[in-house]
């Protein structure tokens, strides 16, 4: 059974940057037929498609956060990195990272979710 | 605003049928890509619910189904049970955007 599991600092202070990982268990991440995505949702709010990458190394990202988002992928560790730049309160969020199946592009493993807050 | 629509709430009895319908455009439901529905319960993380525009996961009861129409796609749950009490989201690929999500449907069993 795949697990995803989010890590990083729950705090950020305003124009720093957002730093998390996702470590992956029960599978490898070079198995080649899932993007490896993050999400997030703000209190209260829906869900919204950060980007993803495949193992490869290929990256695509949300038009609307592409200038501050980088996502990459460390096979070694079987994990996968989020970096969002110049954070504001609006980047306040649940971010959950998530498996997507490459053929059907649904998300069908999910980690449970950590809550980042920005704030000074 | 997200690219795909929900209904912000929907509500039905215990033993009742609902429906929760997700209105894209032809740049990604409209152009033929399948819809996935997911549900999730306060505090936790979604779970895919319906993939495939209408294809099951293993667990998920068959009083849970999902269907599509041009660029509208729905969800519908028979026999209404209180633990179906949560909030329902549509996502489907988009020709543009890549992965977009409908803004939530909160479904309150009465």
């Known amino acids: 059974q795949v697990q995803l599991q989010e890590s990083g600092p729950g705090l950020v202070k305003p124009s720093q940057t957002l730093s998390l990982t996702c470590t992956v268990s029960?599978?490898?991440?070079?198995?080649?037929?899932?993007?490896w995505s993050w999400i997030r949702q703000p209190p209260g709010k829906g869900l919204e498609w950060i980007g993803y990458?495949?193992?490869?190394?290929?990256?695509y990202y949300n038009p609307s956060l592409k200038s501050r988002v980088t996502i990459s992928v460390d096979t070694s560790k079987n994990h996968f990195s989020l970096k969002l730049s110049s954070v504001t309160a609006a980047d306040t969020a649940v971010y959950y990272c998530?498996?997507?199946?490459?053929?059907?592009?649904?998300?069908?493993?999910w980690g449970q979710g950590t809550l980042v807050t920005v704030s000074s | 605003q997200s690219a795909l629509t929900q209904p912000p709430s929907v509500s039905g009895a215990p033993g009742q049928r609902v429906t929760i319908s997700c209105t894209g455009s032809s740049s990604n439901i409209g152009a033929g890509y399948d819809v996935h529905w997911y549900q999730q319960l306060p505090g936790t993380a979604p779970k895919l619910l319906i993939y495939?525009?209408?294809n099951r996961p293993s667990g998920v009861p068959d009083r849970v189904s999902g269907s599509k129409s041009g660029t509208s796609a729905s969800l519908a749950i028979t026999g209404l049970q209180a633990e179906d009490e949560a909030d329902y989201y549509c996502q489907s690929y988009d020709s543009s955007l890549r992965v977009v999500f409908g803004g939530g449907t909160k479904l309150t069993v009465l």
């Open positions: 495939g525009t209408s």
């Open positions: 998530a498996r997507e199946h490459y053929d059907t592009l649904n998300f069908d493993y």
């Open positions: 029960g599978g490898s991440i070079s198995s080649g037929d899932q993007y």
């Open positions: 990458i495949f193992y490869s190394g290929s990256p």
